[in-house]
């Protein structure tokens, strides 16, 4: 049987992939692997990146690329068959990567190269490779003894499938819950959710309208649904996902498996000899110790708070004031803070959709690139697809292709919620040519309904812009060293640095006059509109920078603290950091944590603190444009030079010193984000 994972392609031969020929490639791949790294050190005695490195990382693409599009797949068009294949492919990539990552022989080796002579002749992104993978030889558990190094590989098998049960959990969660609803309990809904609704329910051949717990459905109903009792009934569907509470009360329950994570999580850092697994999160951060992140999240929190109940006192007074509500709860904080957006700045999100219509968002966005980064986008039209929604583009450089990148901008029921890009190829070279980066650019936008085309709300903009960040951080890289090649090898806390940084794009008038054009009649967003848009930027943001302290501060405290308990212990870290942080009250039901699964079921664990610590770089490299010109050419050279090309090829604190001329200042993300401080200057 041929298996076209087993093939070279340029690019994923996706329609001949079916979910059949994910494992035995694997398989194949990853017999063939150990073999010849086994081969290559029998075959030497001094190693040379010649002789070991370079073969190991064209072994190491290859089941790269084989992997990809099954992992890409699984992602947006799950099926049974394909969640099954994958499942079963994740057990042997984790047994490899700890087979490797425990491997004494080809650790000595690196130790060897390390200690080289010819160390010192390496380029920096090779020496970076060589540090990186020493580094994570100790992290993998390398020099311990036999018995602890099953239990290490024991313990990182099961973590990886209690990771992969939260995250199915989740979806299977928030597949199972609908209601069919009449229209006049989705007063109050702008009329392309009210549409979506609509279209749902016809779909799936009920009467009226159908809502259900995908954020383009959720978010609406939670914004503008009139009826309290249903934004109630909707909000405790969400909150109580994978858990032993709410309407689905104890199916697809996450309890357990977070208790569990958090204990295999803790013997594995002790197992390595960090105290914590806080400490071993930290081992490949920016940051370098605990208390760096948690001093920086709770000054943060103590700057922020006095400005948050100052808002959330302002909303409660509206809410009883306006709408005679005696208590703003949890499910009724979105549609007031509507309300009260409205009537303050005479804005909704809705009045901006139609002046950004998917098609000229995009084509704003690649003319923000050109004029930053001088690159061009060009769409193809005939490519091996997935999906009809799936699109593909080249990126060019003085007519030169130098990437290209998948588009998936909109939900569908078989596909992960959220926004994210995603490695399909990195850039290095093959047997002497240069392989060019492929990313994965994936959104869940509002898909088109009816015969107009998908508008974009301005966060979903925002949304398009971030993963735009990511994705040509990943396709711009000048590396030609896969480990250090785009995003890899470029620490977690800074990697959001580039993403977040552009999202700034979304908030310049000069910017959004060619970002936006109306559907109908082209005018960009006019000036009242982008005023308004502008002078609600922040609203209630203190109390928005409050909400992501509360989960970095419970990510983290619950990774440092934690020495056992059942899910009970787990509430109380919540609680406790919502006591000192939240100005929101939670109802005692809500289990969010069950489907917090940037942290139990991805790279986030210790680590959600990473959006905010990144946020200060990007605000602070931000900062150097408004200074400078928000589209000077020379501003941008240095942030693509000293930022985007460098990768993971050095340090992340001298690649922000490079752009900016000096250490990261907290300063500029509180000013963009309106926050003021009691004392200027701290
Ligand atoms: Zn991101």
Avoid at 109 to 130: K, P, T
Avoid at 135 to 153: I, N
Avoid at 538 to 565: I, K
């Amino acid at each position: 049987m041929s298996n076209p994972l087993l093939e070279q392609h340029p690019l994923p031969p996706f329609s001949r992939i079916k979910p059949e020929h994910a494992e035995p490639a694997l398989r194949e791949l990853i017999a063939r692997n150990k073999q010849a790294i086994d081969d290559l050190l029998a075959a030497n005695e001094r190693y040379s990146w010649d002789n070991l490195l370079q073969p190991i990382e064209d072994m190491e693409d290859q089941l790269s690329q084989a992997w990809s599009p099954v992992s890409h797949l699984n992602s947006v068009c799950n099926s049974e068959e394909l969640r099954k294949a994958y499942n079963a492919c994740l057990p042997l990539l984790s047994e490899y990567g700890t087979w490797m990552g425990q491997h004494s022989q080809l650790c000595a080796a690196y130790q060897q190269i390390a200690d080289s002579e010819e160390f010192s002749s390496l380029s920096e992104a090779r020496q970076m490779a060589v540090n990186h993978a020493l580094r994570d030889f100790r992290l993998a558990g390398v020099a311990l003894p036999q018995e602890q190094k099953e239990e290490y590989a024991r313990l990182r098998q099961r973590l990886s499938e209690l990771g992969s049960k939260f995250e199915e959990n989740v979806l299977d969660a928030t597949k199972a819950w609908s209601k069919q609803v009449s229209a006049e309990q989705l007063a109050g809904l702008p009329d392309t959710a009210l549409a979506s609704a609509r279209q749902a329910a016809e779909q799936a051949g009920v009467e009226g309208y159908l809502i259900n717990l995908e954020f383009p459905s959720y978010f609406p109903v939670m914004t503008y649904a009139d009826d309290g009792k249903l934004r109630e009934e909707v909000y405790i569907a969400y909150a109580t996902r994978a858990s032993e509470q709410g309407p689905h009360a104890g199916q697809w329950d996450n309890s357990a498996l977070l208790v569990e994570t958090l204990d295999l999580r803790q013997q594995m850092a002790q197992l390595l000899g960090f105290a914590n697994y806080a400490e071993l999160s930290l081992a490949t951060k920016m940051a370098e110790k605990p208390a760096d992140v948690t001093d920086f999240l709770e000054e943060l929190a103590a700057k922020s708070r006095p400005q948050a109940l100052g808002e959330r006192e302002g909303l409660v007074e509206f809410a009883r004031k306006e709408y005679g509500a005696d208590t703003v709860n949890a499910w009724d904080g979105g549609y007031y803070s509507e309300k009260l957006r409205q009537r303050r700045y005479q804005i909704s999100q809705e009045e901006i959709r139609p002046y950004l219509p998917v098609g000229k968002a995009l084509e704003g966005l690649f003319e923000v690139l050109e004029r930053l980064y001088g690159v061009g986008v060009r769409e193809l039209s005939s490519f091996d697809s997935y999906h009809r929604d799936a699109r593909l583009f080249e990126v060019l450089q003085a007519d030169k292709v130098i990437a290209h990148f998948y588009l998936d901008l909109y939900a569908r029921s078989d596909k992960r919620g959220g926004a994210w890009m995603d490695n399909c190829r990195v850039r290095r070279i093959a047997d002497g040519e240069l392989q060019i980066p492929v990313a994965y650019m994936v959104c869940n936008f509002t898909p088109p309904v009816g015969d107009s085309p998908a508008l974009l709300s301005h966060t979903e903009l925002v949304t398009l812009f971030h993963e735009f960040g990511h994705g040509f951080h990943h396709m711009l890289t000048r590396q030609t060293v896969a480990a250090v090649s785009g995003i890899n090898g470029v620490a977690w806390d800074a990697v959001e640095l580039p993403s977040q940084f552009l999202e700034n794009w979304c908030w310049e008038r000069e910017a959004l006059a060619f970002i936006s054009g109306h559907h109908e009649t082209a005018e960009p967003l006019p000036a009242a509109l982008l005023d308004k848009l502008l002078a609600a930027r922040n609203f209630q943001s203190a109390m928005m920078m409050l909400r992501q302290l509360e989960f970095a501060l419970f990510d983290f405290r619950l990774h440092r603290d934690w020495s056992g308990g059942d899910s009970s212990t787990v509430q109380a870290v919540l609680d406790e950091v919502r006591k000192e942080v939240a100005v929101v009250p939670t109802p005692a039901c809500s289990r969010s944590q069950n489907a917090f699964t940037h942290v139990f079921a991805g790279g986030y664990a210790a680590g959600y603190y990473s959006y905010k610590w990144a946020e200060v770089l990007s605000a602070d490299a931000f900062s150097r444009f408004e200074e400078e010109g928000i589209f000077n050419p020379e501003t941008g050279a240095d942030f693509r030079r000293y930022i985007l090309e460098v990768g993971g090829a050095r340090e992340p604190m001298d690649v922000f010193v490079a752009f900016r001329g000096r250490e990261p200042s907290i300063d500029p993300l509180l000013r963009h984000s309106g926050i003021e401080t009691a004392s200027p200057g701290l």
